[in-house]
């Protein structure tokens, strides 16, 4: 069970993740961009996040522009619409509508698919993870066997599970549900939460796709807000 409510109130508010990770398959780490430094950073492993809540959206290199692709995020994939805009052309709409629908043209400007995951970290700060590809069907099926338990328990990465899909091989992140959390952990997690509840009820406040140029591109049982199959995803 998630601990923020997908809800929609009045307002506007900054993205609060104060990291943007993705999964590095070759290296076994996350990573994300540190915008203070101007570079990338690794996240390394052991790692552990309290899950907040997730959503869907795209991101995405645009050949032709030479840069970022992103879009809106939406909680339920199959039925609300997406806008896939690029960021060095403007925010122009690339493609828009629902993702079953757009999918082909997204994935021919570079867009694909991915999980945008929120949580709080062991410091108390907010985070997002943005996975694609196999690390969306890992997720996944670690949600929906322990969804229940995620609203007072850490979710710990420990290590990495190596697959296979013909001669190509890469790496997955071996999700677990960890500790319950401490009475001082509850605290900073919850201070966290309510931030975070704020943003979330603004963001889908406004009643359409979000049209500002995103704060950070970042570098290149039960399944919550999922109404498409992982496979028909990606």
């Known amino acids: 069970m998630a601990r923020v409510n997908h809800t929609k ?8 993740a104060t990291k943007f990770l993705e999964w590095k398959s070759n290296e076994m780490v996350f990573s994300y961009y540190d ?4 570079q990338n950073r690794t996240q390394e492993l052991p790692f552990r996040f309290l899950f907040l809540q997730h959503y869907h959206n795209v991101k995405g290199w645009h050949e032709r522009s030479q840069g970022g692709l992103w879009s809106n995020e939406v909680y339920y994939i199959g039925s609300e619409p997406i806008t896939v805009r690029a960021f060095k052309e403007q925010g122009a ?3 828009s509508g629902l993702y079953k629908d757009i999918k082909a043209k997204v994935n021919a400007a ?3 698919y991915h999980r945008s995951v929120y949580g709080v970290d062991a410091n108390g700060s907010i985070i997002n993870l943005q996975f694609k590809g196999s690390v969306v069907s890992a997720w996944s099926d670690f949600i929906e066997k ?6 007072n328990n850490w ?5 990495f599970i190596e697959m296979k899909k013909g001669m190509v091989s890469y790496t997955v992140p071996k999700f677990t549900v960890g500790e319950a959390l401490s009475p001082s952990d509850a605290i900073k997690v919850d201070d966290a939460a309510s931030v975070f509840q704020d943003y979330i ?3 889908f406040a406004k009643g359409d796709v979000d049209n500002s140029v995103p704060t950070d591109l970042g570098s290149t049982g ?3 807000g999922v109404d498409m199959s992982v496979k028909d995803l990606y």
């Open 222 to 224: 039960t399944k919550l």
């Open 35 to 38: 915008k203070s430094a101007g």
């Open 93 to 95: 709409p690339i493609a």
């Open 146 to 151: 322990n969804g229940s338990k995620l609203e």
């Open 201 to 203: 009820d603004d963001y």
């Open 9 to 16: 109130s009045d307002g506007k508010s900054k993205n609060p």
């Open 110 to 112: 570079g867009g694909k």
């Open 155 to 159: 979710v710990d990465v420990n290590g």
